[in-house]
Every structure is written in C-alpha cells, then in structure tokens.
C-alpha cells in the first residue's frame, strides 16, 4: 500500500471534499471537459477502501482481544480458542490484503480526476481563455523578419546543423544568441533572488514517483522523455524536482517558502509534429528559469498575483509589448486551478504567442507527495504549491523581433546590455 513518510495515503484530491461536496468536483470535471463519471468512481473507490479498512480494524481488535483470552485460559479452552485463533489469523491477512488492493484502486480512481477548478476560471477549451490586459504597443515594422532568419543574420541561431546532429527540432545557439540566451536567464535570476528567492539548480532526471506526484504522467505523459534502463525521466520543467525537494517533510511556513530553478528542459512535443516546426518556438530542448513556491492554501491567490507580477516584470525589462490571459479550464493542466499566461507579441506572426505561465496548483501536488505544514493548533495540513516561469529559451523570439531594424540589426534592451559586453546594437555578421 502506497503511503506517505507519516504512514497516511496521500490522497490527491481532498477526501472530505469529495464526500461533502461531490458535485463541487463534478463542476470542476465539466468546465474541463473531463468525465464527471470519474467523479463516482472515485466516491466508490473511497466507500469500498473505508469499508475494508473497518472490517479489517474489527478483525484485528478481535485478534488482540482473542490473545488476551489465550494468555490466562488454559486445558481444552486454551486449544479451543488456539483454534479460533489459527482461523482468525487467516481471515486478518485476507482483510488486511482487500484494505491494499482498495487502497491502490482508490490511488488508481484519483489520479484520473484533475484538480479542482477555482471559481471564475473560464470554462471551454483552448481558445476560450479571457484577455485581462494588454501592456506595451506593438511595433510597426514593415516586412518584418522572422526570428530565425535575424537570428542567421546575426550568427545566433543554427537550426540546420542542429538538425544535422540531433534531427528535427534541435538548433544551435551561438555567438551573441548564446549570450542573450545567458544573459535573459542570469537577469531573471538576478531578479528573482532580489525578490528572495532561493537559487537552485536542481536534477533533471527524476524518478517515476517525483514525475507522478507532480501531475505529469496523466494526459501529458507523452511529452516526457523517458530512459526505461534507468527508470528515469527527462524534465519538462525544473517545476518537477522542485516539487518533489521537499517531499515527505514539514515545513515551517509562517511565509511562503519560495525557489527559483535554472535547469535545461526537455519535451517530446508529441502531436504538434507540423506545428510551429521553423526556428526554436516548439523544440525537443531548452533552458528555462522557473519560480515555484510553497504557502498555506489561503494565501495561494495573492502568491500567484505575485508571480504573475513577477514575469511581468521580466517581460518589461525586456521591453517586449505583451497580454495576460486567464486560461480555460480545458486548457489547465490536471494540477492547476488556475493558470494566467504571459504572450509577448510577435511581429512576424502578427499576434502574441505564449512565452510564461503561472499556476496555483493548490493542494494537488503536496497531497501526492506528502508535504505538509503545521497550522496553529500544530495539526499537519497540506501544504500549497505554485509555480511561474521567469524566463526561457523561447523569449528570443520576442527579443529579436520586436527589436529589429530595418538592416537586419537588434536593438538590446538596457536591462540585457551588461549580459551582453554593454553592445547596444547586434549588428548582422
């Protein structure tokens, strides 16, 4: 029986939700266009394992009581109760294996109901997410360049010989592509650990359980690299082991325990094969700089406005025009609540294309990977997790093309400048 380091299952979705308020969940299921049946397997399993866990505590007080009998009983009603005890023992195992095999039905049920979706969340799919502000003027460019084709010009980008050595999707940073790269992610750590952020670089193959617990072999889990030799997976996200540092602990959490990881990044983008193929937007790999926080489930609203403002931040050190979008609830992810995307406009495509996200994962992480904080009264209670991106590989494209002059130049933004020899200008080779 899966159990957490305090002996308890870690149930992902709140128990005494589910029982309380079924049709909460199944609200949540449907905004998500997911199955709401799903929802009533999951209140059978819960019946079924509670059930089996009773009959089996029965049994095993009857045991102890039996025992008890033993230790002062003697001549034929000593070999009596022997008996019964021989016959007892037989039914305690069989209980004890039905509460394992309800327990592992029960993890099996909740795994496939998502997290559960905050109030006012937008309901649809993909495209029905809602426009919450727009910041910055696109620039007026006429015939712009692609980012790819400034990046040739500028001898930072090399998607052929990428291809030549790793296949499709993979591409070559160099020269003064490598340093904006190196330099974006060193100012958003710079950033972040002024916020007071911790630093980390953490591990980028995790074990199966840190994948699971962290929501990422549901629906997703073929865009996950996976090395079966080593039963090891390749992280989409530094999101993934900074979840999973603190697994099985407490945390003091009088404020919200927060991390920033810089880490390469890895995506099979499985399904997209014909989409977005020219330049580095959808590749098999990339560096990112990723914020993730831990807090008391009631302050996870205001931490999430606080990422959010965060990655705005970055976006306008970069001087790149952008929108917020409140996602749908068909577009989440099964362990976010609630997710807000930055898309930094891009002028070659004549529309703003996704470069951060931010999520409120609430409890759906911890639940899973046993990490828990002491509350007033000095009960245990899950703990709440979000995560945001800072900055990635992929916001060169916003850089070069809303820099761009008309000779095939870039403008670097101030805040780059120092990153990047104090050049103003990248001038074509």
């Not at 006012?120 to 910041?135: C, F, K, M, N």
């Not at 991106?389 to 093309?401: C, P």
Request: net charge negative.
């Amino acid at each position: 029986m899966s159990e957490t380091s305090n002996g308890r299952l870690p149930f992902v979705i709140d128990l005494r939700l589910l029982r309380e308020a079924p049709d909460t969940i199944r609200a949540s299921q449907r905004v998500r266009g997911e199955s709401e049946a799903a929802v009533d397997a999951l209140l059978s399993a819960d019946e079924t394992r509670r059930s089996a866990v009773a009959s089996f505590e029965e049994l095993r007080a009857e045991q102890k009581h039996l025992g008890r009998q033993i230790s002062t009983a003697g001549g034929e009603e000593r070999a009596a109760l022997l008996v019964r005890t021989k016959d007892l023992s037989r039914r305690v195992k069989e209980a004890e294996t039905a509460v394992s095999l309800a327990a592992e039905e029960l993890k099996r049920a909740q795994l496939v109901v998502s997290n559960v979706v905050q109030d006012g969340v937008p309901a649809g799919g993909e495209d029905d997410y809602v426009v919450l502000r727009e910041v910055g003027q696109p620039p007026v460019i006429e015939a712009p360049r692609d980012h790819l084709e400034l990046g040739e010009l500028l001898g930072a980008i090399d998607t052929e010989r990428g291809a030549k050595v790793s296949g499709a999707r993979f591409y070559y940073l160099t020269g003064v592509g490598a340093l904006l790269q190196l330099g974006l992610l060193q100012l958003a750590m710079h950033q972040a650990v002024t916020a007071g952020f911790t630093p980390v670089i953490p591990p980028v193959l995790i074990k199966p359980e840190s994948m699971e617990g962290t929501g990422f072999l549901g629906a997703h889990a073929s865009e996950i690299y996976y090395l079966p030799a080593d039963d090891l997976y390749l992280v989409g996200t530094s999101e993934v082991p900074l979840a999973a540092y603190h697994s099985g602990e407490i945390l003091d959490l009088e404020a919200p325990r927060r991390y920033v990881g810089w880490s390469s990044c890895f995506r099979r983008e499985a399904g997209s094969y014909g989409k977005d193929v020219r330049g580095i937007l959808r590749v098999h790999q990339f560096d990112k700089v990723e914020m993730f926080s831990y807090c008391r489930p009631e302050e996870a609203s205001a931490e999430h406005l606080r990422l959010l403002a965060w990655e705005e931040a970055m976006l306008a050190a970069v001087e790149v025009p952008y929108r917020v979008i409140d996602v749908a609830a068909g577009d989440l992810g099964s362990s976010a609540a609630r997710k807000y995307d930055c898309e930094a406009w891009v002028p070659s495509q004549g529309r703003y294309r996704e470069v951060t996200s931010t999520s409120n994962c609430t409890t759906f992480q911890t639940r899973r990977l046993g990490i828990r904080y002491r509350d007033a009264e000095g009960r245990t209670n899950p703990a709440a997790t979000l995560n945001g991106t800072l900055a990635t590989t992929r916001w060169i494209i916003s850089i070069l093309e809303n820099h761009q002059q008309p000779d095939g130049s870039v403008r670097v933004p101030k805040a780059l400048q120092p990153y990047l020899g104090g050049r103003d200008v990248l001038e074509p080779r």
